[in-house]
């Protein structure tokens, strides 16, 4: 089904906010969809990082057109027929998992890595494209911001060049970065990156590009946390909805996970155009696992039967996932094996998404599911879990006016 993101979004502007939802696993999916069939307004909008899906670099092992695959039939078997949008969040050089914080990789090969990432998802027929050039592993510090908006109008025009030589559809692209070191956090600063890319755009010839300009991620206080505690500023928020108003675009909030009910139904009345939420219903998915965990210890008496999920996935995420990114401002390096020892369920909460397809996690919870289903007739392990991620969404999907 054919939909405008920005013609809904100028429409809402000012009464709902869209919700972006990062495609982390089969079940993140299936629930939002399933939300989505029962939602009058809520158009499931899925945004993938270079992390999660990209060929195959990501963690959830799906490429573009895997994802692609996966939304429709899910869709399908949810009986949603409305549209999907399906976003890049956070493409661009020094954003992919072999790229990120290595200053071993030159700017131009990053540059190359990061076309690669944008042509598959053209081709793939992805709808928006999140082009974050405020990365850069080589230098130090927050890049200029003209620099930024030269790098941005690099890759948008070799996204551009590669999608008219193909007869592709046009796209929207989102920029700029919630990050501190992305330089732009101030409302000044925020405003001159605007407008140092527009010019850019009309300077390399692509001024056509600026009317698909769509979101501008903005940073209003969110953030990510071990503890899994948030805030924001309203008043930060305003500002920026003032200024990405006056150049007729939608600010884009990341990291909005666990801000509380009171704070998300600000949102739409704030003007915020979009907001993304991952790892609550990541930790969605890990509470189901606890739920159904307790029912298998009602359930099978023998300690060696059992699958001890919890357990296996806690150590998998203290060993795999890139929990350091999370902790406590001032924690030093000596100090992480006494920190992840003590915080161990924090972070198979927080950052376990990283190791949902560890080969160990896999096995624990095959046999976790095998022993629920098997001695506990009534329980189905698979709704379970995509259960609890659909509560998580609800309450979004209320918050923004999307019921």
Same mark, same amino acid.
């Given at each position: %089904?054919?939909?405008?993101?920005?013609?809904?979004?100028?429409?809402?502007?000012?009464?709902?906010?869209?919700?972006g939802?990062?495609?982390m696993?089969p079940?993140i999916?299936?629930?939002?969809?399933?939300?989505?069939?029962?939602?009058?307004?809520?158009?499931? %909008?899925?945004?993938?990082?270079?992390?999660q899906?990209?060929?195959n670099?990501? =963690?959830?092992?799906w490429?573009?057109?895997?994802?692609?695959?996966?939304?429709?039939?899910?869709?399908? +078997?949810?009986? =949603?027929d409305?549209?999907?949008?399906? +976003?890049?969040?956070h493409?661009?050089?020094?954003?992919?998992?072999r790229? *990120?914080?290595?200053?071993s990789?030159?700017?131009?090969?990053?540059?190359?890595y990061?076309?690669?990432?944008f042509?598959?998802?053209?081709?793939?027929?992805?709808?928006?494209?999140?082009?974050?050039?405020?990365e850069?592993?080589?230098?130090?510090?927050?890049l200029?911001?003209?620099?930024?908006? *030269?790098?941005?109008?690099?890759?948008?025009?070799?996204i551009?060049?590669h999608?008219?030589?193909?007869?592709?559809?046009?796209?929207?692209?989102?920029?700029?970065?919630?990050?501190i070191?992305?330089? %732009?956090?101030?409302?000044?600063?925020?405003? *001159?990156?605007?407008?140092?890319?527009?010019? +850019?755009?009309?300077?390399?010839?692509r001024?056509p590009?600026?009317?698909r300009?769509?979101f501008?991620v903005?940073?209003?206080?969110?953030?990510m946390?071990?503890?899994?505690?948030n805030?924001?500023?309203?008043?930060?928020?305003?500002?920026?909805?003032?200024?990405?108003?006056g150049?007729?675009?939608?600010?884009?909030?990341?990291?909005?996970d666990?801000?509380?009910?009171?704070?998300?139904?600000?949102?739409?009345?704030?003007?915020?155009?979009?907001?993304?939420?991952?790892?609550?219903?990541?930790?969605? %998915?890990?509470?189901g =696992?606890?739920?159904?965990?307790?029912?298998?210890?009602?359930?099978?008496?023998?300690?060696?039967?059992?699958?001890?999920?919890?357990?296996?996935?806690?150590?998998?995420?203290?060993?795999?996932?890139?929990?350091?990114?999370?902790?406590?401002?001032?924690?030093?390096?000596d100090?992480?094996?006494?920190?992840?020892?003590?915080?161990? *369920?924090?972070?198979?909460?927080?950052?376990?998404?990283?190791?949902?397809?560890?080969?160990?996690?896999?096995?624990?919870?095959?046999?976790?599911?095998?022993?629920?289903?098997?001695?506990?007739?009534?329980?189905?392990?698979h709704?379970v879990?995509?259960? +609890?991620?659909?509560?998580?969404?609800?309450? =979004?999907?209320?918050a923004?006016?999307?019921?």
């Amino acid at each position: %089904m054919s939909f405008d993101p920005s013609a809904w979004l100028d429409e809402h502007r000012g009464k709902a906010t869209l919700l972006g939802v990062c495609p982390m696993s089969p079940e993140i999916v299936q629930a939002t969809l399933a939300e989505a069939a029962s939602a009058d307004e809520f158009v499931p %909008m899925f945004i993938a990082t270079p992390r999660q899906v990209d060929a195959n670099r990501g =963690y959830t092992g799906w490429s573009q057109t895997d994802l692609v695959d996966v939304v429709a039939r899910t869709a399908d +078997a949810a009986g =949603y027929d409305g549209p999907t949008i399906l +976003a890049r969040d956070h493409g661009g050089p020094y954003q992919s998992t072999r790229d *990120r914080g290595d200053p071993s990789i030159s700017l131009p090969d990053a540059m190359e890595y990061a076309e690669e990432l944008f042509i598959d998802d053209l081709e793939a027929g992805f709808d928006i494209l999140h082009v974050d050039a405020t990365e850069d592993a080589t230098t130090t510090g927050p890049l200029d911001l003209e620099e930024i908006a *030269r790098r941005t109008v690099t890759l948008i025009d070799r996204i551009e060049t590669h999608r008219e030589r193909k007869g592709i559809p046009p796209v929207q692209y989102e920029v700029g970065t919630e990050e501190i070191t992305g330089g %732009m956090t101030a409302p000044e600063d925020f405003e *001159r990156f605007i407008e140092n890319l527009v010019s +850019a755009l009309e300077r390399a010839g692509r001024a056509p590009v600026v009317d698909r300009l769509l979101f501008v991620v903005g940073q209003i206080g969110t953030t990510m946390h071990i503890d899994m505690q948030n805030t924001f500023a309203p008043a930060k928020a305003t500002e920026l909805t003032d200024i990405v108003g006056g150049h007729n675009l939608h600010l884009k909030v990341h990291y909005t996970d666990w801000l509380d009910d009171e704070e998300l139904a600000r949102f739409p009345t704030l003007g915020i155009g979009a907001a993304n939420v991952g790892p609550e219903f990541a930790a969605a %998915m890990v509470d189901g =696992y606890e739920s159904l965990e307790y029912i298998e210890h009602d359930v099978v008496n023998e300690a060696t039967d059992r699958s001890d999920f919890m357990t296996t996935f806690e150590a998998a995420a203290v060993r795999d996932a890139p929990w350091q990114k999370f902790a406590p401002a001032g924690l030093e390096t000596d100090q992480y094996p006494e920190f992840a020892a003590e915080h161990r *369920r924090e972070i198979a909460h927080c950052v376990g998404r990283y190791v949902f397809t560890d080969a160990d996690v896999e096995e624990a919870r095959s046999t976790l599911y095998e022993n629920v289903a098997d001695r506990a007739e009534e329980t189905d392990p698979h709704e379970v879990v995509v259960g +609890a991620v659909r509560q998580s969404i609800r309450r =979004y999907i209320e918050a923004f006016n999307l019921a």
